[in-house]
């Protein structure tokens, strides 16, 4: 089965730090580029950053720019989203995808999608 298992969300402090992973089974993990994306409630779905299939290129949207790192690790099957100075605008439910297409920022372009993990920002 395919199986994308996001996880280490919680609550945090504005101002403070969450690693997100994304560990991934049941399809061939290293020809896929992976996104993270989070919703918020009341609000659609966005991209939030993706890397490459290598790990060589990292797309960023704007809001994370600076603050969030994305990497992978093939040999372990997963992708990891480094979260700094967070702000409560970042709270939202956190999900990773996996995509062979090139329209990366596009949701309906990924084939496999994990559960979500819940980031709160809050004092």
């Known amino acids: 089965d395919v199986q994308l298992q996001a996880s280490g969300g919680g609550l945090v402090q504005p101002g403070g730090s969450l690693r997100l992973s994304c560990a991934a089974s049941?399809?061939?993990?290293?020809?896929?580029?992976i996104g993270w994306f989070r919703q918020a409630p009341g609000k659609e779905r966005e991209g939030v950053s993706v890397?490459?299939?290598?790990?060589?290129?990292?797309f960023y949207a704007h809001s994370v720019k600076g603050r969030f790192t994305i990497s992978r690790d093939n040999s372990k099957n997963t992708v990891y989203l480094q979260m700094n100075s967070l702000k409560p605008e970042d709270t939202a439910v956190y999900y990773c995808?996996?995509?062979?297409?090139?329209?990366?920022?596009?949701?309906?372009?990924?084939?496999?999608w994990g559960q979500g993990t819940q980031v709160t920002v809050s004092s």
């Open positions: 049941g399809f061939p993990f290293d020809d896929y580029a």
């Open positions: 890397i490459s299939v290598s790990g060589e290129r990292t």
């Open positions: 995808a996996a995509t062979l297409q090139s329209a990366i920022w596009n949701p309906s372009s990924y084939e496999h």
